[in-house]
């Protein structure tokens, strides 16, 4: 019996380990083209007149970088994830997601959006630097698929059925379908609307990662032109009397 469910854990990770393969493999090729194709425009533009755009072509190629970094950085995390023992322990919410709204200040800025924060937060057990991961991962989503100037606003609230806390990144954007709910947060899934550009594909597998392995869930309410609302939930910390009135409820989903 043991051998049966050794085998099978070990295909499971198997097959997880050649999703995640065939997602950076895809996702690495298109910003290396794009670095590629960008260096040999500008190297044929410096002989023209035209320095305007050795600028842009030197641009592109620094965005096309930049993509590669995420992706490098988001590796690091999943192998931190996954060779990490750690020990969950109360986090300080309001400044950890703080920490991660200050992160994104020029994603914040470029797309002119506005995020709003919950005053008092409840108390929950997590790791307070992948959980910051976690709101960085969330939050950068909202901005971008948030539609013209995007609000983003974050929160918390207690589950009482289930005694865990939510935490919750809310979009007015565009939606998901239901048929793409369900595969957000598979790691060969290019995004969050099906597209190639905006995301590589890792961010919310290496989410829905992180918070599983501190014993919590993650999911996603949407409707086509009602917006998103990223969740997560986190065992609940040990609470005293100052960490019950602190504890407020979010305001309901679209």
């Known amino acids: 019996m043991h051998s049966i469910k050794a085998r099978l854990e070990h295909k499971a990770l198997v097959d ?6 065939h997602t950076v493999a895809h996702d690495l090729k298109n910003p290396l083209s794009t670095v590629r194709l960008r260096i040999e425009m500008a190297l044929l533009a410096l002989d023209t007149p035209g320095g305007i755009a050795v600028k842009s072509h030197l641009e ?10 995420t992706i490098v950085e988001e590796l690091l995390v999943l192998a931190g994830v996954r060779k990490t023992a750690i020990v969950a322990t109360p986090i300080e919410m309001a400044e950890v997601a703080g920490r991660a709204v200050e992160e994104l200040e020029s994603l ?3 797309y002119g959006a506005e995020i709003r924060q919950q005053e008092s937060w409840p108390a929950a057990n997590g790791h307070a630097a992948w959980i910051e991961d976690v709101w960085v991962n969330l939050i ?3 901005i971008k698929n948030g ?12 589950v009482a059925d289930r005694g ?5 990144v809310r979009d007015r954007g565009a939606g998901i379908g239901v048929d793409r709910i369900n595969k957000l947060f598979r790691p060969y899934e290019p995004d ?9 594909g890792l961010g919310l597998s290496i989410v829905r990662r992180i918070v599983e392995k501190l014993g919590g869930s993650v999911g996603v309410d949407s409707a086509i032109g009602h917006g998103s609302t990223f969740w997560f939930e986190l065992p609940p910390a040990r609470e005293t009397p100052e960490q019950l009135l602190s ?3 979010a305001p309901e989903t679209p």
């Not at 997880?16 to 393969?21: K, P, R």
């Open 140 to 142: 950068s989503n909202a």
């Open 108 to 110: 914040r800025s470029n």
């Open 247 to 249: 504890t407020s409820s």
């Open 192 to 200: 969050r609307h099906g597209r190639s550009s905006g995301s590589n």
């Open 16 to 21: 997880e380990l050649d999703a995640y393969a």
């Open 164 to 168: 865990m806390i939510r935490f919750w």
């Open 147 to 158: 539609g013209e100037r995007p609000l983003v606003e974050i929160g918390g609230e207690k």
């Open 60 to 69: 592109g190629a620094l965005g096309a970088a930049s993509q590669l970094a």
